[in-house]
């Protein structure tokens, strides 16, 4: 592409009109030059299509001797950039965007448009990044990573191989800053990794310019000497240049490094119909659990036995060393704590009048420590989501790889908050007490909207607004008005209507760092996914995914700190052991029963 990229016609080729909500043609002098390329184009298109490489059903491709680059991608005005600057008009009109094409031609695309330092912060490079970054974000949907890594080492223009050959490597530097967590354990990574630095070491003697490049793939990778060219360096002469380029650890932690020790939400039932929800790694084992539930019910420990329901009926006996996960991140069952002096039988070790007691604690725990509990709970998982989770968890690609730990875990907590709240509220056997919980969650509320966590804003109104708990007239009637009418102020921003537009306007207003309702973030890109092709004539429908990185980009937006802090902020121990242990009823039908029980029907 030059400085001005025309418009490929479309319009004539045989079987590849593309949706005109996805292309806007332009209506210019080109269209003549179109017809003309079309007639000849027919008849290249006439030879049979090459079998697929990439694992994709239905993909073919190309030869790319017998037609020109217009067949396998197309392109088209890019109006976002116009929307975006407006000032540059003149100039942005002159570019165009990738709107469908093989993910071979697509990535060629990239590197013949790649830019490098010097033209940085250009308009021509920034949309080269934009059209980049999308790329990178999306490409599990089209083509594997190890199609990726292949690809990587494709064809080399001898007439600029240094350029080439730094595009590759700043390409490959943004694909292991931006996806790094999901490349650790890819065995197709490791190797594709060590051939590349074989090769680069190799070539720089004769291109020295690549040094840079170098410098700053190796430490995004962070590979020491030993590990990397005793290996894999073939030249005893390259160790004494790889250890001149070393780069000490800097300190610099990704916002994945929680996935090296994976953790889950998990639930250990107390009762057959209420469980204590905790965070635990995945290689914890018995003792751990048992440890945090005695601690968290004041129970001696040496009293506790853990139980996994494997089947119906068929309960396992866990040792204290015995691991609780499997390595699909799953529990071995349905996790029980019972009393040791039971034996056989059992039976939970405490019962319900006891549970009930429990919830008056939350009576004395104060409305904004707790709101920082939960959202300092909810940032730990939130700032360890990847954008790349959500286009995994949408297209539902390697469901059980482990790709959307982070993402699910969030979602879970925020069920189980929604759940928390209905608990406490319907254990609560008084109806002053049952009046000061609810004036309290919904304090908690209003205090998790300004520390500017929508998930768990979310999760607590909506527990409030279920059918359980609003049933309770005579509760609801019993709270002061100032109360009535903050929560009715609340429950504006989760209105609905208008694609929800009182959530997303006040979410817009407010600063990042900050934690969206992840369900409405999903139903977006589930929207774009389903109104949209992701193939037109088995090529790649480029413009939808850009539509889909722009959406998952609002993760990244949304951790972004200018001040280095985060979100968090210092809690009370005192609640945050309460916070980070929750008890909660997940039985609706019980949570029914116990409504009903508080306020018979009439």
Same mark, same amino acid.
């Given at each position: ?338 009393? #040791?002096? @039971?034996?056989?039988? $059992?039976?939970?070790? !405490? =019962?319900? /009048? ?129 109360? #009535?009418? @903050?929560?009715?102020? $609340?429950?504006?921003? !989760? =209105?609905? /209507? ?105």
């Amino acid at each position: 592409m030059g400085s001005r990229t025309q418009p490929l016609n479309l319009r004539q080729e045989e079987g590849r009109l593309l949706h005109a909500a996805l292309v806007e043609q332009e209506e210019d002098e080109d269209d003549e030059e179109g017809s003309e390329e079309s007639s000849s184009d027919s008849t290249s298109r006439a030879e049979p299509a090459t079998m697929p490489t990439f694992d994709v059903p239905y993909f073919r491709y190309i030869d790319d001797e017998g037609t020109e680059g217009e067949e396998e991608w197309s392109s088209s005005r890019s109006m976002s950039s116009i929307e975006e600057d407006s000032s540059n008009d003149s100039v942005v009109s002159d570019r165009y965007v990738v709107v469908s094409g093989t993910p071979e031609k697509i990535l060629e695309h990239l590197l013949n448009d790649l830019t490098l330092d010097e033209d940085q912060g250009t308009t021509q490079g920034k949309e080269s990044d934009t059209l980049l970054d999308d790329f990178l974000l999306t490409y599990p949907v089209f083509m594997s990573t190890s199609d990726l890594c292949k690809r990587y080492r494709g064809k080399e223009d001898r007439k600029e191989a240094l350029e080439r050959k730094r595009k590759v490597l700043h390409l490959v530097s943004q694909w292991m800053a931006l996806c790094k967590d999901f490349l650790r354990e890819d065995e197709h990574v490791k190797l594709f990794t060590k051939t590349l630095y074989r090769y680069v070491f190799d070539d720089l003697c004769e291109h020295p310019a690549l040094e840079k490049d170098v410098k700053e793939l190796q430490k995004l990778y962070q590979l020491h000497r030993n590990h990397t060219v005793d290996e894999y360096s073939p030249q005893r002469k390259s160790k004494a240049l790889f250890h001149q380029l070393s780069l000490k650890e800097n300190g610099l932690q990704s916002r994945g490094t929680q996935r090296e020790t994976k953790e889950v939400l998990c639930h250990v039932y107390i009762t057959m119909d209420s469980y204590l929800s905790m965070r635990a790694h995945t290689a914890a084992v018995t003792q751990e659990l048992l440890q945090a539930v005695a601690e968290r019910m004041d129970v001696p420990q040496g009293e506790l036995v853990l139980v996994a329901v494997t089947y119906p009926g068929g309960r396992l006996l866990l040792q204290p060393q015995d691991r609780v996960f499997s390595d699909s991140l799953r529990p071995v069952g349905r996790l029980h704590v019972c009393r #040791k002096d @039971l034996g056989e039988v $059992l039976n939970p070790f !405490t =019962d319900n /009048s006891e549970i009930q007691q429990r919830s008056a604690r939350m009576l004395s725990l104060n409305t904004w420590d707790v709101a920082v509990a939960l959202t300092n709970f909810d940032w730990t998982i939130f700032d360890s989501i990847h954008e790349q989770e959500l286009v995994y968890f949408t297209f539902s690609r390697h469901s059980s790889s482990g790709h959307t730990v982070a993402l699910e875990l969030l979602l879970q907590r925020c069920n189980e908050v929604q759940l928390w709240v209905m608990t406490e509220v319907l254990l609560c056997p008084t109806l002053c007490k049952r009046v000061q919980l609810i004036k309290k969650f919904i304090k908690i509320a209003a205090h998790c909207k300004a520390q500017r966590n929508l998930n768990c804003f979310f999760a607590i109104i909506m527990g409030l607004n279920t059918a359980a708990i609003s049933r309770l007239s005579q509760t609801w009637e019993k709270i002061p008005g100032k109360f #009535k009418k @903050l929560f009715s102020e $609340l429950e504006t921003i !989760t =209105d609905p /209507s208008l694609n929800h537009k009182a959530y997303r306007d006040s979410f817009k207003k407010m600063k990042a760092p900050k934690i969206p309702f992840l369900p409405l973030l999903l139903k977006d890109i589930t929207f774009i996914h389903e109104g949209n092709k992701t193939f037109h004539d088995n090529l790649v429908n480029f413009e939808k995914l850009h539509m889909i990185a722009d959406t998952v980009r609002l993760i990244r937006q949304c951790q972004k700190d200018h001040m280095g802090n985060g979100i968090t902020q210092k809690s009370s121990s005192e609640v945050r052991a309460y916070i980070d242990y929750l008890h909660i009823i997940d039985n609706q039908q019980t949570l029914f029963e116990l409504s009903h029980r508080l306020e018979p029907r009439a």
